[in-house]
């Protein structure tokens, strides 16, 4: 309401001015346009009333005078003040009404004026050829008179006298001659003499008549009050016009005003907007940077990552998480958590050159640096730099010093950000290291981790005898020599690639088929030792041996190969639920009998349940391979494996390590008194056990 | 006194003894090229020969203003509708235009003026604006004549007496053989001469001057010598009423004055010679010979001029 009443305003504003803008130019051109006219009448008659007594002049000088433009001049100056008094300024406008009068008055000014003209040149007509008479009449004399007479004396007198007063205009000079005409008069004259005396007679009375009245004339003409009074009007009349004017330079001076002022307003509202531009610029930044930014990280965010990524052109990922984040989260509280984050994030950015890589913050504690220009080669360098600089310090959160470890996946395939984190998954899946590149053959495996499809591809392979087990030897650590083989589950795929049991057993185990694996891996282990010296051992979990068929098909293999069965070991892993212990248990017992040694697989994972453990009666413990990758590296992890060690040698069984990848790691086990290891240090699971 | 009369008793001073001055030639001949409406004159042309302007349909403009007659009337009072006797001698309508005022005692200023008044003069046509204006909007000629003036409306008064006015413009007596020789075209024989050289002489020329030899001042008749005065007279006095102005008229056109008899306002004189002897005597306190008169005559007739083409 406010903004509509502004405008309005504004616009009445704009309009009011405008308005005075026209009103203004219209007066104002009315006002010149009157003051022209009116002062070109005044200066006509003028120039007129000027020409008039030109013509008044010349008339009496001239023997021969055109009487024509006098004429036309006349009835021009009469023309002229008819119109002067009509004009519509005189009438419209109520301070012109003593200019109107003034110049009513000078209408009849002129008239008697013109009048005053006609009647000086009617005597003007006559006083000039009564002159012109006595001239050319008063030589004449000498044909009627003796030229020594009193009467011719007398006449030349009369007529001299004449001729002065016309040529002094004074008519003082006739004053004697009514005396001389009495005198011609009274003189006796024969009858030629007589008629010439009568005719100039005629002639000297009426100038002794009219003379008078011509100088009378001839000086109101010249004393004419007209030219003042014409020129009093005009000054009344420019005076009228002041006011005008005056009110014409209030009106300008005002509109002068409004306009500098409406400058003034818009100045000042520009001003205000570009200052409420510039807020409002800030508060778009500001939009611009949350909606790009992580809050509480201050990185870039995955809405920045999407925008960025989809305008390069062969955009590479490193994506980053921090491994067991969520237990730091749940452990110290999601403040520590938060820290933990911030480090991470500050770490990152101030190591990594925006020119060389950007970060982000995709979720969590995912992290993904995007990369344009860099080799592979060098992404994985600054992924081990990475690495280096968050893995070797400690972080202090709130209450406690903590170090981590990450994990990283490299891709340049799109959709980065799935791939990369498809190819995190795998590595978990790996037991050593912490990085991957991501792969089509990955992509496959992905593909393979799909419950259905792994379902499918276990169906068909246990279909067409492609479930397959692998042989792993089993080295005594103080000897070194064999002891034994640990059969592990592989699956061969069509094109004759193998899959790790990671792959596709924890699938299987939700599914019925993975009893059939153990039956399938029973049956080809036990098949392909019955002829071979060696003692090996099966996994079975903890369900297998509630099952009926397992059951009844190992004691069908151990009544067929009634040796075998003292060359073998289960090794039980206990991460799954049982439903009937006791059956298990009297499994268990039941193998032991028949010669069979027990053993606890990936011991100190935590699920072990050291109360069941006591009741088997174990042979051997296999120590969690998870522990062993790091005992050479990780203080914990020895600590782990030590602790572990105690307790197994309390329960005076066999130990085994596995996933023991060198020498170090070797002699490590060997001094806390490990007496049995596998691993790729000490051989790969291979198809076939090679004699030697 | 203002300065101009102190100027001009300077320049009276100055020029002491020689106390009549000398200019150009005060007559000018008429122009050859004259402008006027043709549309508008072809009406007025029409109107001017038309009895429908007066009231019994007898007269027209014609009837008094016989452009035989040097435009004038050869009787010495024009005649009326139903007889009525007009108080005046009608003067001529050739080279009006030229005249600074109209009638004998110069009551209208323009040639519409004019024309207004012999319409509504009861003696004379006798109409009145309504009826004028009835009658030619009535009138298929009118109308059609009118028609490329008057693109919507009735026609009115002012349009009769514009087109009778455009049609008064027309009727301009150019080539007199005294403008020819005033352009040096033709010689005035001697008796011409003589007259033309008398008629400044006398003093004819102090009124009788410029274009229309005369018609552009007010005189009295009888300046010198009075001339009889009869009361009620349509004088300058009939007007003004000022004592001066009594017997004053006009002073007419000399131009076509040969062809225009009788004349002065009363028809008193009967021919030119007559005419000139009275104004020697009354105007100009002459009693001239008769040789004067003839070769007054004979220069006043050199100014009869060609007939107007419009009337061609």
Known sequence: MRYRLKTVTALLVG???LSMLVYYYHIEKDFRKNYKTISTHFNTLQKQQEKISYGVLQSSLFAYY??????????RIIDGVNTLSQHPLLKEKKHYLPLKKAINQLEKEIKSYVELIEHYLMINAGIKNSMVFLSTHEVKSLEFFDPASESIRTLHDIIDSVMQAKRMLDGSYLKKISRLIKEIENDSYNKEQLDYVTKLLVHIRYLENKYPLYIETFSKIMDSPL??????????????AEDDLTYLNTLATSLFILILMAILAITILLYRLQKENIKLINVHNKLQFTLQHDALTGLFNRISYEQSVSQLKSPKVLLLNISRFKLINDFYGVDSGDQLLIKVSTLLRNNIQHEVGVCYRISGDEFAIVFEAQSSQSIEMIAHEISELLTNRKYK???VEQTISINMAISDTKPLLETADMALKQLKLRPVGNLIHYSKELDVKEKI????????????ALNENRVIPYYQPIIDLKTREIVKYEALVRLKLKDGKILNPIQFLPIAQQTPLYHEITRVMISKTISYFSDKPYRFSINFGMSDLEDDEIINTLRGHFTAYPEVAMRMDIELLESEKLTDLNKVKNFIHELKKMGCGISIDDFGSGYSNFTNLTELRLDSVKIDGSLIKEINHSDEHYKSVRAIMGLINEMEVESIAEFVQDEASAEKLSELGVTHAQGYYFGKPEEFIVDL | MNIHSIKSILMLGLLGYAHILLASEPIEPLPTEIDYDPVKAKIGKALFFDPILSHDRSIACISCHDLDAGGADSRPVSLGVHGGKGNIQSPTVFNARYNFKQFWNG???TLQEQAYGPIHNPTELAMNTQEVEERINASKKYQALFAPIVHEGAIDILMITDALTEFEKALVTSNSKFDRYLRGEVLLDDSEEKGYQSFKALGCITCHNGINVGGNSFQQMGTIIPYNYVEGYPDRYSLTKKEYHKNVFKVPTLRNIALSAPYFHDASAKNLRDA????????????????QVESLNAFLNTLTGEKPEILE
């Open chain 2, 276 to 291: 000139i002897k009275v104004m020697s005597y009354h105007n100009l306190g002459y009693i001239i010979s008769d040789e």
């Open chain 2, 107 to 109: 009551r209208a200023v």
């Open chain 1, 397 to 399: 959160l709130t209450d």
């Open chain 1, 66 to 75: 055109n009487q024509d433009s006098i004429a036309k001049d006349r009835n």
């Open chain 1, 15 to 17: 309009i009011i001015s």
């Open chain 1, 227 to 240: 030219r003042n009074d014409l020129q009093k009007t005009q000054q009344q009349f420019e005076f009228l």
């Open chain 1, 449 to 460: 981790r799909s419950n259905i499809e792994i379902t499918q591809i276990l169906h068909d």
